[in-house]
């Protein structure tokens, strides 16, 4: 065989190989695997999610209720927590609900001290780390607070937190799982919020190598990398006045999931991947990356960053 030969089905096979790579666990988790019990797999009681006001993390406790897991819902919004709550409550009475109101960019050591005394009054073995922001500034001339909060909710708090959940099960000699929400822009670099990028890469890597050393105790770990997700307040939350308008946010967000569908593919693979990205378009990014390497994809960000999206936004509103 030539040597020509020899190379081209070498690619042809990596070709192949990536291909079914990217599709497989879709096919997998749409034909073969149902939505799992997690009460019944991790002979689970409660499970904690955080930022479960709104959004993804709401659509979750509702999927846990039905599935008579107690919950404890963790939020900066005392008023949307009690509504929350109260309905919960409602339609679930077999089911424990309760609530945390805490900011959790507040400074590690009082936030601990809150979430220590819940728990040892309940035993959390399922714990889903739910909160996310998009901080949106130019970190040049942002004040330091800004950048620590996110920090502090994003990354320290919730590593803190999955610290003392995992430690308590490993104590307790119980299985869990702990499941992280990223997002497709881990592998993205996010202009005008420099965190929300890095801050969701961090988790990614985190989770990743948290489920290697936790396998020997049958505690799963999950990161979900959803890509644009629609009807929660995420855009919102940004503060940018009607950033769902802007041209570029439209043409993103028609390629949107919606909560429910990115809660089914996460209920159906806690415990299968470990990884999860949620949609044909994180393998097209994943792709993409791939052909052009970062620095083809930054000189192209650099020269159109203020054009669209958060960069334009944020010119408009100091204009
Ligand atoms: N929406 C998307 O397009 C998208 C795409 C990929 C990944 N994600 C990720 O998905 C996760 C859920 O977001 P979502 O889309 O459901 O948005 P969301 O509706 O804005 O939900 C975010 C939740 O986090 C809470 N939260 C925010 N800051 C907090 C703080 N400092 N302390 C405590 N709680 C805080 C919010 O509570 P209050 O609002 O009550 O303050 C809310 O419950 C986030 O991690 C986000 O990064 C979203
Ligand atoms: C973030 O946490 C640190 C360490 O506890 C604390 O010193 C700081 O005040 C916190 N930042 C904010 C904005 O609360």
Redesign the pocket.
């Known amino acids: 065989m030539e040597l020509f030969q020899i190379i081209s089905y070498i690619l042809l096979f990596l070709l192949l190989f990536f291909l079914i790579r990217l599709v497989y666990p879709f096919i997998y988790l749409k034909f073969f695997v149902r939505s799992q019990n997690l009460q019944e797999k991790y002979d689970a009681t409660w499970a904690l999610i955080?930022?479960?006001?709104?959004?993804?993390?709401l659509i979750l406790a509702e999927r846990l209720a039905k599935q008579k897991i107690n919950l404890l819902l963790?939020?900066?919004?005392l008023e949307?927590l009690r509504t929350q709550c109260a309905t919960l409550r409602k339609n679930y009475p077999a089911i424990k609900v309760e609530s945390l109101c805490?900011?959790?960019?507040q400074p590690v050591e009082a936030f601990i001290q809150r979430i220590e005394g819940e728990l040892q009054k309940k035993p959390i073995s399922l714990l889903f780390n739910?909160?996310?922001?998009?901080p949106v500034f130019d970190f040049a001339s942002s004040e330091w607070n800004q950048v620590e909060s996110h920090i502090n909710?994003t990354v320290t708090n919730t590593i803190q937190l999955t610290h003392a959940v995992v430690n308590s099960l490993y104590k307790r000699k119980r299985i869990g799982a702990i499941v992280f929400?990223s997002?497709?822009?881990s592998f993205i670099p996010t202009p005008y919020s420099t965190l929300y990028s890095s801050t969701k890469s961090y988790i990614s890597a985190f989770a990743q190598s948290l489920a290697i050393e936790t396998k020997k105790y049958n505690i799963d770990v999950c990161v979900v990398q959803?890509?644009?997700?629609s009807k929660?307040?995420?855009l919102k939350?940004t503060g940018i006045d009607n950033f769902d308008k802007d041209p570029f946010v439209r043409l993103l967000y028609s390629f949107?999931q919606t909560?429910k569908q990115i809660i089914n593919l996460m209920l159906q693979s806690i415990g299968k991947f470990t990884v999860i990205g949620s949609s044909p378009l994180w393998g097209l990014v994943r792709a993409f990356q791939l052909v052009c390497g970062e620095n083809i994809i930054l000189y192209i960000l650099t020269k159109t960053s203020t054009l669209w999206g958060l960069g334009r936004s944020l010119k408009k509103k100091s204009n």
Not at 102 to 105: E, H, L, Q, T
Not at 130 to 134: A, K, L, R, W
Not at 226 to 229: L, R, T
């Open positions: 955080t930022g479960s006001s709104s959004g993804l993390g963790l939020s900066d919004d949307s805490i900011d959790m960019s739910n909160v996310g922001y998009m909710c929400t997002s497709i822009m959803p890509g644009p997700i929660t307040n995420f939350a949107s909560p």
